[in-house]
């Protein structure tokens, strides 16, 4: 049976054109795949600068002792980057399981390991991650939403689709026992702005139902200076309290006692004395990737199919 040279070649140009729109296809699943991530994750917005690249902050530019600080006990473990602008102590034995960046002295004690770069950054570097986390403060702020009073027992915020915003006018404060539950989904984001402290006793927590870690922050905006003295915006947690989200708190110290819990947060303040076991900062795989980054990794995803089609020889 004979077969025409018109007809091998319509065949293999059907084939070709066969080929590149199961190409077409998969890059169409593909992206359509990273545009459902944009929207689950790309929910909070607040752009919080340089001041996101850190799991613990102590941004602070004041004279006082405890602005710029960040004291890490001995034996802490830290998963992400952890940045002190003035002065900062690290106890023995402790891990950064991440970057060091700092601006001020640095003590070490015997024994600490740092996975990523240990880096003193000058003035300039630090007015402006201190600027972005002052900046982020103000637009959450001024998003307006419910107004609810001082939280000082058991409590329930429920997010009521897309972006929630809760305005606290006065202070946290929960005993041994005592928690404040965000409830919501995954495609629920929670901004909750605070005028006052933040107090956990012993056993106390925040906790996260159904809403994710990475889509909630809670915003102490404060009305103190840029010096954050141990006594200006205190934010006390005793030990074996539970909190996850991202914390901002760009005028106010931290103290944290032994044994708090952290999974999936971020504390980023004017600064931070801490006895910490474990932090566990919120993941980066989390979050949404710049628009030239899913071209690449849409091009990528091309290439990827391409390569797996090779012509016959």
Do not use: C
């Amino acid at each position: 049976m004979k077969v025409s040279l018109y007809t091998l070649l319509s065949k293999q140009s059907h084939d070709a054109v066969i080929v590149v729109m199961q190409w077409i296809n998969k890059v169409i699943v593909a992206l359509t795949v990273l545009s459902t991530t944009t929207f689950v994750w790309a929910q909070l917005p607040i752009d919080l600068g340089d001041a996101n690249e850190f799991t613990l902050l102590g941004a602070g530019p004041g004279a006082s002792a405890t602005s710029g600080l960040m004291q890490l006990g001995s034996e802490a473990i830290i998963h992400g980057n952890v940045g002190g602008r003035g002065y900062s102590s690290l106890g023995s034995g402790v891990e950064i399981h991440g970057d060091l960046i700092t601006g001020g002295y640095v003590s070490a004690g015997a024994g600490i390991s740092i996975s990523g770069i240990n880096q003193n950054r000058n003035t300039m570097y630090w007015n402006g991650v201190y600027d972005d986390l002052v900046n982020a403060s103000e637009s959450a702020r001024l998003l307006g939403g419910a107004v609810i009073s001082s939280i000082d027992s058991t409590t329930v915020l429920f997010a009521n689709g897309g972006l929630s915003v809760f305005d606290i006018d006065g202070s946290i404060k929960l005993g041994g026992g005592e928690s404040l539950t965000i409830s919501g989904n995954a495609t629920d984001s929670v901004i909750i702005n605070v005028s006052g402290q933040l107090e956990l006793g012993s056993q106390a927590a925040i906790l996260l139902d159904g809403v994710t870690a990475d889509n909630v922050m809670f915003n102490f905006y404060g009305a103190g200076n840029d010096d954050a003295a141990w006594n200006n915006h205190l934010a006390t947690i005793i030990g074996g309290a539970e909190f996850s989200g991202t914390f901002i708190a760009p005028r106010a110290y931290w103290q944290i006692g032994d044994g708090a819990i952290m999974n999936q947060t971020r504390i980023l303040a004017n600064g931070i004395q801490g006895n910490f076991q474990t932090v566990r900062g919120i993941d980066p795989s989390n979050l949404v990737p710049e628009p030239g980054s899913l071209f690449l990794l849409a091009m990528g995803m091309l290439g990827m199919f391409t390569s797996r089609r090779k012509p016959a020889r």
